[in-house]
């Protein structure tokens, strides 16, 4: 038997991740959101942009390590603990 070259055909446009500004839309959001936020609560436009900054840097970071790193974080938390140890009591064995 020859050994056949196998080729597949993959579109870019459907693995492509959707950043802004290098960061992932969804944390993007959440940035300019708690920037805003900052904005209202202090009326100082300099701890909002600060704010905003801050989340910017810890945004490109964590998008260069992982792009669906908010999507798995946000999603874990809909689900229950399997197993937690904290909450297990070992059974007593006796042995005769």
Known sequence: M???TRTNTVF???H???LILG???KMFAGIIFAAYLMHFAT???IAALCVGAFGMVI???LTSKDV???TVLLQS???KTIYDAAKHTPAKVVIR
């Open 12 to 14: 870019k446009a459907l």
């Open 43 to 45: 009326q100082s436009i």
């Open 16 to 18: 492509k991740p959707l």
């Open 23 to 25: 960061i992932e839309r």
């Open 77 to 79: 938390a809909q689900f």
């Open 59 to 61: 945004g490109r970071y």
């Open 2 to 4: 020859a050994t056949e």
């Open 68 to 70: 669906i790193f908010m």
